[in-house]
């Protein structure tokens, strides 16, 4: 369980760090003694608030990976993880992890928000080249960043940015899009925190910045905020994956 009342520790401790970490030191910043994600900021009430309305949490801490290649289905089924039925869907495993089926054969796996599932860590090590043919292990905590836009206005706030519909009527739980945010190349996957609409967004690390501004901007009309994850936990009735 994260302490959330704990010092805050640099995230110069931890080896992985967020391509964003100087902008949430500016923005005063409490980061998880664990991982070092973003815990809060300055007032976590108010945060909470945000979570339903309208926030942006940098997820880029936490674990995630990637299998690609023609057998990657199989050796997934093989290790005992029950796939979506097609691309472009995500749904929960049984230990809250979140698949990601992008194609027939690329598979993205996410952690659930409280690190609990182990999915993401245990599965490339059980991958080899000898053992995994046809099958490529992805370093998605490398190569991609990972936000999460939530609350009522979410879809609105996309629609300046993105030329995707993600209204709730359109955009159901559990489906994926491969489009651009802001012109850069992103995946969004919905997954809510129970009645509340959240939207995750992977994309390459190297425009972790730009995007994460670019969102910030369309998020003003609406009066959104950036939030960490402690106000992802704790949202009322969430179910968290």
């Known amino acids: 369980m994260n302490d959330i009342s704990a010092a805050s520790p640099s995230p110069e401790r931890f080896i992985r760090r967020s391509q964003l970490c100087r902008w949430h030191l500016k923005n005063n910043a409490e ?15 108010k945060e909470s608030k945000s979570v339903g309305q309208l926030g942006l949490a940098d997820l880029s801490n936490l674990p995630r990976t990637g299998f690609k290649g023609p057998g990657a289905a199989e050796w997934i089924v093989g290790n005992g993880v029950a796939l979506p039925k097609a691309p472009n869907l995500a749904h929960a495993h049984s230990d809250s992890s979140l698949l990601v089926r992008l194609s027939h054969q690329e598979l993205l796996v996410l952690s659930d928000l409280k690190r609990q599932s182990m999915l993401a860590d245990t599965l490339p090590q059980n991958w080899s080249v000898e053992a995994s043919q046809g099958v490529s292990l992805l370093p998605r905590a490398d190569s991609h960043c990972w936000f999460a836009l939530t609350g009522i206005h979410a879809a609105e706030t996309f629609s300046k940015v993105c030329a995707v519909d993600l209204r709730p009527g359109k955009f159901a739980q559990g489906e994926v899009a491969q489009t651009s945010i802001a012109r850069v190349n992103a995946i969004i996957v919905r997954n809510d925190l129970g009645p509340t609409p959240c939207f995750y967004i992977l994309s390459d690390v190297s425009s972790a910045e730009f995007l994460w501004l670019s969102l910030l901007d369309a998020m003003l009309e609406f009066k959104g905020a950036a939030v960490g994850t402690a106000a992802l936990k704790a949202c009322k009735d969430a179910t968290i994956v």
């Open 31 to 45: 980061f998880d003694t664990t991982d070092g994600s973003v815990t809060h900021y300055a007032d976590l009430a």
